[in-house]
């Protein structure tokens, strides 16, 4: 009977209750909107950050990163040391990875920086570049190499040239891929081979320094360093910070930001409800004074009062983050250009929000409990 | 007797009317909040990116190739074109003076160290440094503008002072030499005599080749390089607006001689702070130059700047359809429970026309008075949260005012509409009879 | 025969108002009491108090062994639930219940429904092909017998109607006024409120009343006139 009760009550009152269900629904909706998209959000843009290049460096403990014509001895690491710690880790978080290794050779008697690298990361690991070219496959290929665009206009080299570089009495040549607009130090460089340019400096196996991609929030990457320098404790491990300090703050704004339309959006729905409500308590002191007189207590009457406003509330909760599941995947495609998969979790926690604002909203009906059966029937 | 049916119409069921006032207030308040924070939104979150640090480079046109490594030039002093630092104050001068947040110039001296013995780069620069700018006014600028992520152990030298920052890593290698409050010599590399006493100050770790290296006051590194009055590159931190289809034809028009931009779409682009454009303006006060956007910074600012607003947008707009709906709801729910009133009024002989002016009366100019205050409420509101999310009190746009009033008229009146027409068509006696 | 009413010196003041002052009267099992009096003579009030609604400023209201003026809340409750059955003159019923879910409205309240009982009572009240129906698909005085089904439902000690037939038209009210003869054939014990003396006569015996005071009139049981 009770449920009965509840059910005939929404029924018979559904004319009345219309804007709380529409307030109710499109709360719902929005709210379990924005709580998908922060989610979502948050990961789009930490994949926007990561695009700014690696975000995580190892290099030796202290020194040069530099060969500086052969007059330094620069601190270098073992390049297998490296890897070894890289392939302990899992590997999925890691968008890309490459060492490092530069010196300062000679190309047609003019002091170029060189860096050998694992040339297939470089795409990966810089995202930004500009090819006027070809993007070199392999890290294998000892006879490619890629040319910033500063070092072709100087040295008048056009895709396909080749390139002769002089490191103190050895020689190397490689035939120009492409020549890239980096839009920063790197226009200044040489790319070639990690191996090539460890044979040119007679450094077999070892390099200057790493640097990763890693996916993920500042925390992930973080918390990745800090695994990966318990690896390697005689090197260096370090998040670079520019990155990771924009990144935090700009995410921790943004997740603010949502938080706080949420709440509004929260109040303004409960505000809509208890409207409905207390036009409703009104047309229902007659119902609730005849349920006196029938041997009704106040507890039960205003339970039924109760369980109709949580019923309304995840009902309406429901259709309204079903709504919002579209809404957010419409959503997703007009920001990021990719959908937004609705979380599952989103689900209870905006049908409780609902539910929880819909039972404030329902303090009107609370109230009904002190009606006086007496006045009431009597009909004042 | 209009009015006096509206006063007492007003005067009655106080409680009723408390509970609309909050919503109308409540609502608007929303509603002003969310559109003052939209206003601001985009440029707060482009002074955010600024943390990432300098957009633009400025190079000399004619230059040899830089011997640079992680940032940091290993080129002796004699090779490669200059830049003059005189020059600097007329950044501040170009139409878009105000977006120009900050620049800082660099130059790099091969130097050595009496103490080590080795090897260094000393890194010229300014950390805080006041540049005299054409119209009489001073800007104070420098790497804690261009470079905020530098942190120092100890503090940053003062301008023109024979102080120094060192390197962590190289720190690291030579502690004693380098301990805070020591002082240490350096010379130009390779050169003989002009030893400048330098106190170390700080201690700097960027996690790149800076940690390798001395920074230096840019007066004193150019006093050892024997380059007075100079630099080799500049970096720019500018407030940009994300690129358009208008910003890259602009961009291009620069080097392409093909393509041409209209006067108007040169206006346009001009008068818009995209990073070309500031770019261009740069290069006019400042000849010889090369002016290049860093394009990892810009582009990625420029892509998240445009979803994030687009997002915030969408925001906005939820919070309005929540706050219109609250506002619409109202009215309508104060209409419906008002039904009696209507029947009585339309039993003494009232027209429709004039029972439903009564009431339109009646809900507009409560939500007029609602959104007053809801816009001071909103106003507040839009401060607290600015304060909260981005640090700094977001101002109320006195614009706005004129724009919630209306809204909540519009929005009022249409939310009371749907009952009133139903209301129309009530019979009296049904409404009196209490069904 | 048993006493279900014993009312001692009740009063019932509303601020300065005496709506009751000192009635006293008994009241016994099966007897059918017409309650009358112009408007405004207590006549509602007291049965609001015998029927658990409100309580007496002062006096006792001993209604089957129970006093009610010294009940609280909770007691009131129970004591509607199992002694009491109403019958309003404006019916009362829930609008969005059907005809048999109003009655089994009492029943959950009394303890636990039972649908099939509901059925029957409607069925005994002759509205038994209105069960499903809506209270606004009835006429008034289909109503009203399905708010008498509703009093009866829990076997009341006592059954209070507030002019009963007060806004039914003449057809209906003798339809009703049929249903409580019946009711007073089978014993039930009834307090009826009514202005009308042609109603009033129907009743074992009548109860003036004028400014909250019992009118000591000829209280004489006179046999109700049979239709």
């Known amino acids: ?380 | ?435 | 025969m048993a006493t279900v009413v014993q009312a001692e010196n009740l009063r019932k003041e509303f601020g300065n108002v005496r709506a009751l002052d000192g009635v006293s009267f008994t009241v016994a099992a099966g007897e059918w009491i017409a309650i009358m009096g112009p408007s405004g003579s207590g006549k509602t009030t007291l049965i609001n108090i015998l029927g658990g609604l409100d309580t007496p400023t002062a006096g006792k209201a001993i209604v089957d062994g129970t006093d009610v003026a010294r009940l609280d809340e909770a007691g009131l409750t129970r004591f509607r639930a199992e002694k009491i059955g109403f019958i309003f003159q404006q019916f009362h019923l829930v609008p969005y219940l059907t005809a048999v879910e109003n009655v089994m409205l009492a029943q959950y309240f009394h303890s636990t429904t039972d649908e099939k009982e509901a059925r029957q009572s409607l069925e005994r009240v002759g509205l038994g092909d209105r069960i499903e129906h809506l209270p606004s698909q009835l006429s008034g005085g289909e109503q009203q017998r399905v708010a008498v089904a509703r009093a009866l439902i829990n076997h009341p000690k006592l059954i209070l109607a507030d002019e009963p037939t007060g806004n039914l038209d003449e057809a209906n009210e003798e339809i009703v006024l049929r249903l409580l003869r019946e009711l007073h054939v089978e014993g039930h014990t009834i307090l009826m409120v009514t202005h009308a003396p042609s109603i009033g006569r129907l009743a074992d015996r009548r109860i003036e009343f004028a400014h909250g005071h019992l009118v000591p009139a000829a209280a004489a049981s006179l046999k109700p006139e049979l239709a």
């Open chain 2, 1 to 435: 007797m209009f009015a006096r049916l509206l006063g007492e119409s007003f005067a009655r069921n106080p409680r009723r009317k408390v509970l609309t006032a909050a919503a109308l207030v409540i609502g608007m308040a929303v509603a002003t909040a969310t559109l003052t924070i939209a206003l601001e939104v985009g440029d707060r979150l482009a002074r955010e990116f600024r943390s990432l640090g300098a957009n633009l480079l400025v190079t000399p046109e004619s230059d040899t190739l830089p011997v640079e490594i992680g940032g940091v030039d290993y080129r002796p002093v004699d090779e490669g074109a200059y830049l003059n630092e005189a020059d600097l104050g007329k950044l501040k001068t170009i139409f878009w003076r105000h977006n120009i947040l900050g620049f800082t110039p660099f130059l790099d001296v091969p130097a050595s160290i009496s103490e080590t013995g080795a090897a260094t780069t000393l890194i010229g620069t300014w950390y805080q440094h006041e540049v005299p700018v054409p119209d009489g006014t001073k800007f104070e600028t420098g790497a804690s503008a261009t470079h905020p992520w530098w942190k120092v152990q100890g503090r940053w030298f003062t301008d023109g002072a024979d102080e120094c920052v060192v390197g962590a890593s190289l720190a690291g290698k030579y502690p004693a030499a380098f301990a805070l409050g020591k002082t240490i010599h350096v010379a130009q590399n390779g050169v003989s005599g002009g030893v400048r006493s330098l106190v170390v100050t700080g201690i700097i770790s960027t996690g790149d080749a800076e940690d390798n290296a001395v920074l230096v006051p840019l007066a004193v590194a150019q006093e050892i390089s024997g380059h007075p009055g100079k630099f080799r590159q500049l970096f720019v931190s500018a407030l940009t607006k994300p690129a358009d289809a208008l910003a890259e034809r602009g961009e291009r028009a620069q080097t392409d001689k093909g393509i041409q931009l209209t006067p108007t779409e040169y206006d346009r682009w001009f008068c818009s702070p995209y990073i070309s454009s500031i770019g261009f303006q740069i290069r006019t006060v400042l000849p010889g130059t090369e002016v290049h956007a860093i394009r990892r910074v810009a582009e990625t600012e420029g892509r998240i700047l445009t979803r994030v607003g687009t997002l915030l947008w969408i925001v906005t707009l939820a919070a309005l359809g929540a706050a219109a709906l609250a506002v619409a709801a109202t009215s309508a729910t104060t209409v419906l429970e008002r039904r009696a009133e209507i029947g009585v009024m339309k039993a003494l002989g009232a027209s429709n026309a004039l029972v439903s002016g009564i009431f339109l009366a009646e809900q507009v100019l409560l939500a007029i008075a609602g959104g007053a205050i809801g816009f001071f409420v909103g106003a507040g509101l839009a401060r607290f949260l600015g304060e909260s999310i981005f640090g700094t009190p977001a101002a109320p746009r006195l614009i706005l005012f004129p724009v919630v009033l209306a809204l909540a008229a519009i929005i009022a009146m249409a939310g009371s509409l749907v009952p009133l027409r139903r209301a129309a068509h009530f019979r009296p006696a049904v409404i009196l009879r209490g069904e």
């Open chain 1, 1 to 380: 009977m009770f449920w009965r009760l509840v059910f005939q009550l929404l029924r018979g009152s559904r004319g009345r209750l219309a804007v709380a269900i529409l307030a109710i629904v499109s709360g719902a909706a929005v709210i379990s909107a924005l709580l998908n998209l922060d989610l979502g959000v948050q990961n789009k843009l930490a994949q926007e950050f990561r695009t700014l290049g690696a975000n995580i460096v190892i290099s030796p403990a202290s020194g040069a990163p530099a060969q500086i014509s052969g007059a330094e001895v620069p601190s270098l690491m073992p390049e297998r040391d490296v890897q070894a710690a890289l392939q302990q880790l899992p590997s999925a978080q890691v968008a890309a990875a490459a060492p490092y290794l530069y010196i300062v050779a000679r190309a047609q008697n003019i002091p170029v920086v060189v860096a050998g690298t694992w040339l297939d990361q470089a795409q990966k690991l810089d995202v930004t570049w500009k090819l006027e070219g070809n993007w070199i496959a392999s890290r294998a290929d000892d006879s490619h190499c890629l040319v910033g665009r500063n070092v072709a206009r100087r040295l008048h080299l056009a895709v396909g040239n080749p390139l002769d570089l002089h490191y103190l009495d050895r020689s190397a040549q490689c035939s120009v891929t492409a020549i890239v607009d980096a839009g920063g130090t790197e226009d200044n460089q040489v790319f070639a081979s990690l191996r090539a340019v460890q044979a040119l400096a007679n450094l077999p196996g070892q390099i200057g320094l790493a640097q990763l991609s890693v996916t993920g929030t500042t925390q992930v990457v973080a918390d990745y360093a800090a695994r990966l320098a318990a690896a390697l404790p005689q090197y260096q491990v370090r998040p670079i910070r520019q990155v990771a300090e924009a990144e935090g703050a700009l995410l921790g704004r943004i997740r603010l930001l949502i938080v706080s339309m949420v709440l509004l959006i929260l109040i303004l729905t409960a505000l809509c409800v208890l409207g409905t409500m207390a036009a409703l308590a009104m047309e229902r002191r007659k119902d609730v004074g005849l349920m006196k007189s029938l041997g009704g207590s106040i507890s039960r009457i205003v339970g039924i009062f109760l369980a109709e406003a949580g019923v309304l509330g995840a009902a309406g909760g429901l259709l309204g983050t079903i709504l919002g599941a579209a809404l957010s995947y419409w959503m997703g495609l007009r920001v990021f250009g990719t959908a937004i998969a609705p979380r599952w979790e989103v689900f209870p926690a905006t049908i409780a929000l609902m539910v929880l604002v819909t039972l404030t909203g329902a303090i009107p009906l609370r109230l009904l409990g002190n009606v006086k059966p007496a006045d009431i029937l009597r009909g004042e």
